[in-house]
Protein backbone atom coordinates (compact mmCIF):
# COMPACT_ATOMS: atom_id res chain seq x y z
CA UNK A 1 0.00 0.00 0.00
CA UNK A 2 1.44 3.32 -1.13
CA UNK A 3 0.33 6.75 0.13
CA UNK A 4 -0.01 9.70 -2.65
CA UNK A 5 1.44 11.95 0.36
CA UNK A 6 5.39 12.58 0.75
CA UNK A 7 7.29 12.51 4.24
CA UNK A 8 6.75 15.98 5.63
CA UNK A 9 8.58 18.11 8.05
CA UNK A 10 6.11 18.78 11.21
CA UNK A 11 6.61 22.13 12.53
CA UNK A 12 5.80 23.05 16.19
CA UNK A 13 4.44 26.25 17.36
CA UNK A 14 5.77 28.42 20.04
CA UNK A 15 3.69 30.91 22.78
CA UNK A 16 5.88 33.12 22.59
CA UNK A 17 5.38 34.08 26.48
CA UNK A 18 7.42 31.18 27.34
CA UNK A 19 10.30 32.45 26.06
CA UNK A 20 9.73 36.02 27.44
CA UNK A 21 9.33 34.97 30.93
CA UNK A 22 13.50 33.52 30.92
CA UNK A 23 12.77 30.10 31.46
CA UNK A 24 13.23 28.87 28.17
CA UNK A 25 10.66 28.22 25.99
CA UNK A 26 7.54 25.40 25.17
CA UNK A 27 7.30 24.16 21.69
CA UNK A 28 4.30 22.13 20.60
CA UNK A 29 3.87 20.07 17.83
CA UNK A 30 -0.01 19.27 17.43
CA UNK A 31 -0.23 16.13 14.71
CA UNK A 32 -3.34 15.49 12.59
CA UNK A 33 -3.41 11.83 13.46
CA UNK A 34 -4.03 10.22 16.75
CA UNK A 35 -0.79 8.69 18.01
CA UNK A 36 -1.15 5.23 19.79
CA UNK A 37 2.22 4.63 20.32
CA UNK A 38 5.48 6.43 21.46
CA UNK A 39 8.86 4.75 21.13
CA UNK A 40 12.53 6.35 22.45
CA UNK A 41 15.71 5.12 19.35
CA UNK A 42 19.23 5.39 19.91
CA UNK A 43 21.60 6.08 16.85
CA UNK A 44 25.26 5.68 16.67
CA UNK A 45 27.29 7.68 14.56
CA UNK A 46 27.65 6.18 10.50
CA UNK A 47 24.56 3.59 10.94
CA UNK A 48 21.10 3.64 9.70
CA UNK A 49 17.74 2.39 10.88
CA UNK A 50 14.68 1.99 8.45
CA UNK A 51 15.04 0.91 5.13
CA UNK A 52 11.36 0.00 4.90
CA UNK A 53 8.05 1.37 5.04
CA UNK A 54 4.33 1.26 7.59
CA UNK A 55 1.67 -0.51 5.42
CA UNK A 56 -0.68 -0.25 8.62
CA UNK A 57 -0.17 3.24 10.71
CA UNK A 58 1.79 6.98 10.41
CA UNK A 59 5.29 7.38 12.21
CA UNK A 60 6.32 10.39 13.24
CA UNK A 61 9.90 11.24 14.18
CA UNK A 62 11.24 13.84 16.47
CA UNK A 63 14.81 14.26 17.22
CA UNK A 64 15.61 15.05 20.59
CA UNK A 65 19.67 15.10 20.48
CA UNK A 66 21.99 15.05 17.48
CA UNK A 67 22.21 15.44 13.78
CA UNK A 68 21.39 13.28 10.80
CA UNK A 69 19.65 12.80 7.31
CA UNK A 70 16.09 11.65 6.59
CA UNK A 71 15.75 9.14 3.27
CA UNK A 72 12.85 8.79 2.15
CA UNK A 73 10.93 7.79 -1.50
CA UNK A 74 7.20 8.11 -2.05
CA UNK A 75 7.32 5.02 -4.29
CA UNK A 76 9.41 2.26 -5.48
CA UNK A 77 10.25 3.99 -8.66
CA UNK A 78 10.94 7.11 -7.27
CA UNK A 79 14.02 9.44 -6.51
CA UNK A 80 15.03 9.40 -2.48
CA UNK A 81 14.38 12.75 -0.79
CA UNK A 82 16.81 13.84 1.85
CA UNK A 83 15.86 15.70 4.90
CA UNK A 84 18.37 17.30 6.85
CA UNK A 85 16.99 16.71 10.66
CA UNK A 86 18.80 17.75 14.13
CA UNK A 87 17.10 18.41 17.70
CA UNK A 88 13.73 19.73 17.33
CA UNK A 89 13.03 18.42 13.90
CA UNK A 90 9.84 16.41 13.28
CA UNK A 91 9.31 14.57 10.04
CA UNK A 92 5.74 12.58 9.44
CA UNK A 93 5.88 9.43 7.43
CA UNK A 94 2.34 8.61 5.98
CA UNK A 95 0.81 4.79 5.67
CA UNK A 96 3.25 3.42 2.50
CA UNK A 97 6.43 6.00 2.45
CA UNK A 98 9.86 4.35 2.50
CA UNK A 99 12.11 5.37 5.22
CA UNK A 100 15.41 5.31 6.75
CA UNK A 101 17.42 7.74 9.04
CA UNK A 102 21.46 7.84 8.72
CA UNK A 103 22.69 9.20 12.13
CA UNK A 104 25.87 11.88 11.49
CA UNK A 105 26.30 12.02 15.34
CA UNK A 106 24.59 10.27 18.11
CA UNK A 107 20.91 10.83 17.60
CA UNK A 108 18.09 9.85 20.08
CA UNK A 109 14.27 10.57 18.79
CA UNK A 110 11.26 9.56 19.28
CA UNK A 111 8.88 7.80 16.84
CA UNK A 112 5.49 8.18 17.44
CA UNK A 113 3.00 5.63 16.15
CA UNK A 114 -0.60 5.85 14.74
CA UNK A 115 -1.33 2.42 15.59
CA UNK A 116 0.43 0.34 17.82
CA UNK A 117 3.10 -2.10 16.93
CA UNK A 118 2.18 -5.19 18.33
CA UNK A 119 -1.69 -4.45 16.50
CA UNK A 120 0.02 -4.90 13.35
CA UNK A 121 -0.49 -7.53 11.47
CA UNK A 122 2.61 -6.39 8.91
CA UNK A 123 4.38 -3.76 10.59
CA UNK A 124 7.22 -2.77 8.44
CA UNK A 125 8.07 -4.30 4.45
CA UNK A 126 11.63 -3.61 4.24
CA UNK A 127 13.13 -2.15 1.25
CA UNK A 128 16.80 -0.88 0.19
CA UNK A 129 16.94 3.01 -0.36
CA UNK A 130 20.06 3.67 1.56
CA UNK A 131 22.92 1.74 2.07
CA UNK A 132 25.97 2.98 3.71
CA UNK A 133 29.64 2.10 2.57
CA UNK A 134 31.57 -0.05 5.38
Request: aromatic share 0%.
Given at each position: MLSNERTEVFFPTCN??????????IFTWVPPDVIKEFNLLYFTPGTTRGNHYHPEFTEYFLVVEGSGIAVTRDAPDMTERIIHISKGTCIRNPIGVSHTIYAITPLTAVALLTKPWDDCNVPIVREDIFETKK
Open positions: VDTIKDGRGG
